[in-house]
């Protein structure tokens, strides 16, 4: 799939991120989501009931639609504890306009077993969106309780746009700091993930993954 650029990042990496740069300091590091104690997570964190994953090296290989075999159990750990309808998926691809006639959102889901979020606007500029998606999950006694972004935990592995967009928006941030596979990867992407992390240490951020 073609992504088209992502104008939204480019503006917080130029305008805000110079002015708040603890924009891209996470709240939680890990190598993969491997590492995860989701039930701790919880515990610790008892303000968290849904939990937003970037697709792309954190659940599954670059541009493939089935989940790695390294985060797969703690994957479904986190469906189990959380329930399938307060976890979601948030693509800068799969879901976006560049999906055209959002194919890829529907393999994906049918491939993983877990929703796509269908948006116009890319991370980190989504959240009206995000939030939308999950609407269904928080009616109680038939009267819907808007979701407010600091139940939410964003799980990803890219600071612009992932642990930025949670932290602007008021969410719980995990950044990934290991890449699950660099065959396939955007080239860009790959340069950019080493700058990121490579800003994290000079921050005092114990980032935990291997340089790829």
């Keep these: 799939m073609v992504q088209s650029w992502n104008w939204p990042a480019v503006r917080m990496a130029l305008v805000r991120i110079p002015l708040e ?21 919880r515990k610790n964190n008892p303000q968290l009931t849904h939990v937003v994953f970037d697709k792309d090296n954190t659940l599954t290989a670059p541009y493939v639609e089935t989940l790695h075999e390294r985060v797969e159990e703690s994957t479904r750990r986190c469906i189990d504890l959380f329930g399938a309808e307060r976890v979601a998926i948030l693509s800068n691809s799969a879901g976006t306009l560049d999906d055209k006639d959002l194919q890829w959102k529907e393999a994906i889901e049918r491939n993983t077993g877990i929703r796509v979020i269908v948006h116009k606007q890319k991370k ?57 596979e660099l065959k396939g990867d955007n080239k860009l992407a790959v340069v950019l993930r080493r700058m990121e992390n490579l800003l994290l240490r000079a921050m005092g951020v114990d980032v935990a993954g291997k340089e790829t």
């Design 124 to 180: 980190p500029a989504c959240l009206a969106e995000v939030l939308g998606h999950f609407d269904a999950s928080c009616e109680k006694d038939g009267v819907l309780e808007p979701l407010q972004p600091n139940a939410v935990l964003m799980v990803g592995d890219r600071l612009l746009t992932d642990t930025v967009f949670g932290n602007a928006s008021g969410m719980t941030t995990l950044h990934l700091s290991e890449t699950l």
């Design 21 to 41: 740069p603890s924009l891209l300091r996470p709240n939680l590091v890990a190598r993969t989501l491997a590492e995860i104690d989701w039930t701790a997570l």
